[in-house]
């Protein structure tokens, strides 16, 4: 089993055609997506109408949320472009996706951890601090202790990131396809709060299983390799401009958020 995981594409269809064609290289059986897909200043729509067409096992993501709810509240900025700049039919298509997916037996795909779209698995944000840090065995152990998958892929941090806990579960974050920078406000953070890959380039990977007995799923091993694929990340800047979000701009070139 080879599987390409892509996470957080954010709207950006030059990122996404990319990784899509890196993808079509490296001879996967299944591409998995795990959410947070339309959000943001850039090209929604085209960017759900490639992933509609492919049909991809597909979860949604803290974002999914946060734009089909601007039907009846203002929401935020990359959410309300989102939802001004899709059809019903791509928002259909997003209020049908699972919060989570079991695609094979002792798999799960979540966006943040099994139980919560917005609370990191990997990355831990502490009281004050301006950015995360990588979360504790520990912490790891208790946002995953719900499950009994073998292998868990999660997006949300937008970080590229392998894990294999004491107990032998597999935690792997593919990085975003379609922003590698940005800031946020957190509650424990005062004021913003910055997560930065220091590189424009999308981010995806494809895990293989190692399991020398086809006839079980039970994921004892996984080799996890990890892409950066160079894009036009200057068309996708230039739209982040033009649409009044410098910010954006800012990280699509550079992979640094704007201080």
Same mark, same amino acid.
């Given at each position: 089993?080879?599987?390409?995981? *892509? ?99 002792? *798999? ?97 990977? *494809? ?16 080799? *996890? ?35």
């Amino acid at each position: 089993m080879r599987i390409a995981l *892509v996470s957080d594409i954010h709207g950006n269809r030059w990122a996404l055609a990319a990784v899509l064609e890196h993808i079509d290289r490296q001879r996967v059986d299944a591409i998995w997506n795990l959410g947070d897909i339309l959000s943001g200043p850039l090209e929604p729509a085209a960017t759900a109408d490639m992933l509609m067409a492919l049909a991809l096992p597909t979860i949604r993501g803290n974002c999914e949320r946060g734009l089909l709810d601007c039907a009846v509240s203002a929401g935020g900025a990359s959410d309300r472009f989102g939802f001004e700049h899709t059809d019903a039919r791509h928002r259909e298509w997003l209020a049908s996706l699972p919060a989570t997916l079991a695609p094979r037996p002792d *798999v799960l795909l979540c966006h943040g951890t099994p139980r919560s779209d917005t609370e990191p698995l990997l990355e831990t944000l502490e009281h004050d601090a301006d950015r995360p840090r990588a979360a504790y065995d520990s912490e790891i152990a208790e946002r995953v202790s719900a499950t009994t998958a073998r292998l868990v892929a999660c997006g949300h941090t937008h970080m590229p990131r392998l894990m294999r806990t004491r107990d032998g579960c597999t935690i792997v974050n593919p990085g975003s396809v379609g922003l590698p920078a940005y800031d946020d406000s957190h509650p424990l953070a005062q004021g913003l709060y910055y997560v930065e890959t220091g590189s424009p380039h999308a981010s995806y990977a *494809v895990i293989e299983d190692t399991d020398t007995d086809t006839d079980t799923d039970a994921g004892d091993g996984y080799d *996890v390799t990890f892409h950066r694929v160079t894009y036009d990340w200057e068309s996708a800047a230039a739209l982040a401009a033009r649409n009044h979000r410098p910010e954006w701009a800012h990280a699509l070139r550079t992979g640094f958020a704007l201080r």
